[in-house]
């Protein structure tokens, strides 16, 4: 435990260190911008427009990290010649994928937690109120960006950053239309259409079940066997996701 | 395993014994193999075929790997780290508790102890070696693999890490390292392996491999006329003339004693005497040209002790 704990401290030294976290501060001016827009509107709308903006821009820089960090973890390691002196210690590679794994989450947790407290800040002084619906959205924010994370160290862990980069991109774009793209194969008519559409429907992870944010705007009720299944299916992915690329690096040569 | 499944035999029947508190140098020119032994020792490279073991064990055991110090060639750091901070995480990754004065011990065992502090992007080559050195000893470990760890530094951080090898002999470690350059294996090393293509073609003790017998004598003199320099001829297996010096190498006692009678009687000044050893360099040229007699021609040799490239030691062909 203390070996995967040093691992996942590294990880998140090494993105403090290298600034990663200064992308707080265009949210913060993102959020300053719109508080600025926000005196042309209409008092009643002035909380509803923060939160449409400020969960959106949790959501955003939120997969910003988790895409830019998790895909270069593997690569990096390997570029730079520190993965000799780190697989050569007596710790399995399985390890190594899941101490940089809990690293990025760390820096995501962090990120996320900040945001937050300058969004609801925000929220407060516009009068709106601080409902529990929101911190919810936001948990299941986090937990779309422990399965965006999970992709990109999958793909880190046999490709470069940019086909990475690229493909984790594809997965998280992919992967809030999936419901939409199945509709669309099943009217389209076309067999061959009808069967990718329905094999990326079952193989990418749907990242609309972690959108709770119209619950969180219009408080909607929410309940919790839908935000049970989010928490599952998350963790399911993320399961997936980690074994296959402890399997891919266990067999990798250095 | 090459790429689209090409096989290239990299090592071929490797088994040697490092003894408990010597230190072994692993010889072998560029291309030899040493690195991918090593590397397979480490548990970064999995052999193709066969096994690898060490202290009797498979050694991508993690227990193996807890009893062993590694030292890549040209290591990397996270640069983002102190020296200090980085060899507390390697500490942690080896199960070493209460490492604080274990490190402070070990930055001052590797000279340090001032720059502990300072990130290691700022540190230079010699500083990251010696970083290496002190994250390789942080366990105290049984073994400690070196991969040509004075490779790429300049004289003074050659001379620091030699130093650091001496201190860590004197500690009664046990050490296996790599290198090309062969005056430091010959200064350090109890033993030595050669390595050559993918083979071990010699081990042993450095004075039971080399033999320590005068084989030739070098001289250097001058002011001798024409016509003796023409007799001089007679006693040398080679003589050169530069300038107003002339070089010459005689093989035998008698020789040298007839040559410098010659130089006494025309009144000639003898310059320098120096006898000639039979170093490691010849003994590795030896393997070398024994393996593939066209590689290696007295030139291709480094003048500073140091062997062919891999081209010039491939050209025989990696089965």
Same mark, same amino acid.
């Given at each position: ?24 501060? &265009? ?7 719109? @508080? ?9 709308? #002035? ?26 973890? =593997?690569?990096?390691?390997? +570029? ?25 989450? #760390?820096?995501?947790?962090? +990120? ?44 880190? @862990? &046999?490709?470069?950053? =940019? ?27 076309? +067999? ?46 993320? &399961?997936?996701?980690?074994? @296959? ?8 040569? &250095? | ?16 014994? *490092?003894?408990? /508190? ?20 480490? /548990? ?20 193996? $790997?807890?009893?062993? /110090? ?36 070990? %930055? ?19 500083? %990251? ?37 001496? $201190? ?50 070098? %001289? ?43 130089? $006494?009687? !025309? !009144?000639?000044?003898?310059?320098? %005497? ?21 590689? *290696? ?23």
């Amino acid at each position: 435990m203390a070996k995967l704990m040093a691992l996942s401290m590294n990880t998140f030294r090494e993105a403090i260190r290298n600034k990663i976290l200064y992308l707080l501060l &265009f949210f913060a001016l993102g959020m300053m911008g719109v @508080s600025v827009l926000l005196d042309a509107v209409t008092l009643g709308v #002035q909380a509803k427009i923060i939160k449409d903006a400020g969960l959106a821009g949790i959501n955003f820089f939120g997969v910003l990290v988790a895409i830019f960090v998790g895909i270069g973890l =593997i690569y990096k390691e390997v +570029e730079r010649k520190t993965i000799y002196t780190l697989v050569s210690k007596p710790i399995h590679r399985y390890e190594v994928l899941l101490g940089k794994y809990l690293g990025i989450l #760390q820096t995501l947790l962090v +990120e996320v937690v900040v945001m937050s407290a300058l969004f609801c800040a925000l929220l407060v002084f516009y009068g709106g109120g601080i409902d529990g619906r929101l911190f919810l959205a936001i948990g299941l924010i986090f937990l779309e960006l422990m399965v965006i994370t999970a992709v990109a160290l999958f793909f880190s @862990s &046999f490709s470069t950053p =940019i086909l990475s980069g690229m493909l984790t991109l594809c997965v998280y774009v992919i992967g809030h239309l999936t419901g939409d793209l199945r509709a669309f194969g099943l009217i389209a008519g076309d +067999e061959m259409l009808r069967r990718i559409t329905e094999v990326l429907y079952y193989v990418l992870p749907n990242f609309e079940n972690f959108n709770f944010k119209a619950q969180a705007l219009y408080s909607l009720p929410i309940s919790p066997s839908e935000v049970g299944f989010s928490v599952l299916y998350a963790l399911m992915y993320v &399961f997936l996701l980690l074994l @296959s690329s402890s399997v891919i690096f266990e067999r990798r040569n &250095f | 395993m090459g790429f689209f499944g090409r096989r290239t035999r990299t090592l071929n029947g490797l088994s040697l014994e *490092v003894r408990e /508190g010597e230190v072994f140098g692993f010889l072998g020119p560029n291309g030899a193999g040493k690195t991918t032994t090593l590397k397979i020792l480490m /548990g970064l490279v999995y052999p193709s075929g066969g096994g690898a073991y060490l202290f009797g064990e498979p050694c991508m055991k993690t227990t193996v $790997r807890q009893r062993v /110090g590694y030292l890549p060639e040209n290591p990397y750091f996270y640069d983002y780290l102190t020296s200090w901070e980085l060899v507390s995480f390697y500490a942690t990754l080896y199960g070493v508790k209460r490492s604080a004065s274990r490190i402070e011990a070990l %930055l001052d065992l590797v000279g340090l102890q001032r720059a502990a502090h300072l990130p290691l992007r700022k540190c230079s080559k010699g500083m %990251l070696q010696r970083v290496g050195l002190a994250q390789a000893l942080v366990h105290d470990p049984d073994l400690i693999i070196l991969d040509e760890p004075m490779s790429g530094l300049d004289p003074i951080g050659r001379k620091e890490v030699r130093d650091i090898l001496f $201190r860590l002999k004197e500690l009664g470690k046990t050490i296996f390292f790599s290198t090309h350059i062969l005056s430091d294996a010959e200064v350090i090393c109890d033993r030595v392996g050669i390595i050559v293509g993918g083979e071990l073609r010699s081990i042993g003790a450095l004075d039971d491999l080399v033999d320590r017998k005068v084989s030739s004598y070098e %001289l250097a003199f001058k002011g001798i006329s024409k016509e003796a320099l023409e007799r001089a001829r007679a006693y040398c297996s080679r003589l050169l003339e530069k300038g107003s010096e002339i070089f010459a190498e005689v093989d035998s006692r008698d020789e040298l004693n007839r040559l410098i009678d010659l130089i $006494r009687a !025309e !009144e000639g000044v003898l310059l320098s %005497l120096t006898p000639r050893k039979e170093s490691l360099e010849d003994l590795f040229i030896h393997e070398i040209q024994r393996w593939d007699p066209q590689t *290696v021609s007295p030139a291709r040799v480094g003048a500073a002790g140091t062997l062919p490239d891999r081209e010039g030691v491939r050209r025989g062909g990696v089965h």
